[in-house]
């Protein structure tokens, strides 16, 4: 791609590659149908029904102009704030309005003028269907290398989510930087991206359709790990996995061996340095998910069963909107009380999204969880 650059207001600098992607997503798609792979489309996993109800509610232009590679769905979201990366139509930001109720609010943000125009059309007309007084749903145009830039404060938000957009950015690091600055201390990067098997050689990251599919720009899986740790989060805690499949022959043989899968990460802004494993026990408080409360890939939490977590994990549920969730005891308890060991530490989406596929649908539901009855975020 070409290296010139135009510099847009605030003094972010708008590289050749925005440009491409604002035209990608703003004039050459009219609908998902227009994409050549599966990358930015949402794998066909069971939607609760509570999750199912608010995309019903969401306008049907809306819902077309919709490009993602996941359901970007965190639990406990009731009087949240929360920013979406990459807003785009407006779809999920709609969707999650009725989850973090009137005393909660998404923020969106998109640099692409067309995408914007479309998603702040049907603010009132949302704001009338959910019953709402006044709009919990607001619209920013700007970059998510530049999110105070932007606008948006430090420290401001209690959940950030992204929908198969961080790879459509050429400096990934920036947007991982600048989502640490405006979350609060405890909050969560919750996203879905396209990562790939390996570094990418510079032919296909010069490639602008495969740059528009969300795959000339995925991360090798592995570099996540290293820039989350340099940026301030948590480990990377992988929730689910899928493969992605590309039905053009061209761009199959422009990608040669890589392989690609969609995969939702959960990043944390905790304090570090606990590194010793504690056991927790899931109090049940989560509505909908009372019983069992699917974490990650690696922890499901069963109401009142003891479980050894690792340190990290530990001060997430201890420092997290999810510290009323769970009764924390010290390192040394007793140990025949605990039902379930730590997990082994990394996981490889590569090797857990075909043991998924054959698990079949419901293995991992992506964050498709519920709200508590009481306000989560405070």
């Known amino acids: 791609m070409a290296e010139e650059n135009r510099s847009c207001a605030k003094g972010f600098v708008d590289s050749s590659i925005h440009v491409d992607v604002k035209d990608y997503y703003g004039k050459r798609l009219k609908s998902s149908a227009d994409l050549k792979s599966n990358a930015c489309v949402a794998p066909a996993q069971p939607i609760p029904a509570f999750i199912r109800q608010a995309l019903k509610k969401v306008h049907p232009e809306v819902t077309a102009r ?10 406990c979201l009731e009087g949240c704030r929360i920013l979406d990366l990459g ?7 709609y969707m999650l309005s009725q989850l973090v ?14 995408q914007l125009a479309l998603a702040g059309t049907y603010i009132d007309y949302h704001m009338k269907k959910f019953s709402y007084k006044k709009p919990n749903v607001s619209f920013v145009q700007g970059y998510i290398e530049a999110l105070t830039e932007a606008g948006l404060e430090k420290s401001s938000f209690d959940i950030i989510i992204s929908n198969c957009v ?10 991982l930087a600048e989502a640490y600055s ?6 969560e990067l919750y996203f879905s991206d396209v990562y790939s098997s390996g570094r990418l050689t510079e032919e296909i990251k010069n490639h602008k359709v495969l740059w528009g599919e969300c795959l000339g720009g995925a991360l090798w899986w592995k570099d996540l ?3 989350a740790e340099e940026v ?10 899928n493969i992605i499949t590309v039905d053009n022959k061209e761009l199959q043989d422009a990608l040669g061996d890589f392989k690609f899968v969609s995969v939702t990460y959960r990043l944390f802004k905790v304090p570090k340095g606990n590194t010793k494993p504690c056991q927790v026990i899931y109090n049940g408080s989560v509505t909908g998910v009372e019983d069992t409360f699917q974490f990650d890939c690696q922890y499901t939490f069963k109401v009142n069963e003891v479980v050894e977590v690792d340190g990290e994990l530990a001060s997430i549920l201890t420092h997290s909107r999810f510290r009323e969730d769970f009764t924390i005891q010290p390192p ?19 090797e857990l999204a075909p043991q998924l596929e054959k698990q079949g649908p419901g293995s991992a539901t992506g964050g498709c969880c519920s709200t508590r009855s009481a306000t989560c975020c405070k």
């Open 332 to 350: 040394g308890g007793p140990s025949e009380s605990c039902g379930v060991k730590p997990k082994p530490g990394i996981v490889d989406p590569f």
């Open 66 to 75: 919709y490009y993602g590679c996941g359901l970007v769905v965190p639990e």
């Open 166 to 175: 961080v790879n459509l950015s050429p400096d990934k690091k920036r947007v």
């Open 232 to 241: 301030g989060f948590s480990t990377p805690r992988l929730v689910t996995a």
């Open 87 to 93: 807003s785009g139509s407006g779809r999920d930001c």
């Open 225 to 227: 790990l290293q820039l």
């Open 101 to 114: 109720g009137e005393k909660g609010h998404v923020t969106g943000v998109d640099m692409t003028e067309d």
């Open 182 to 187: 405006v979350l609060k201390d405890g909050g």
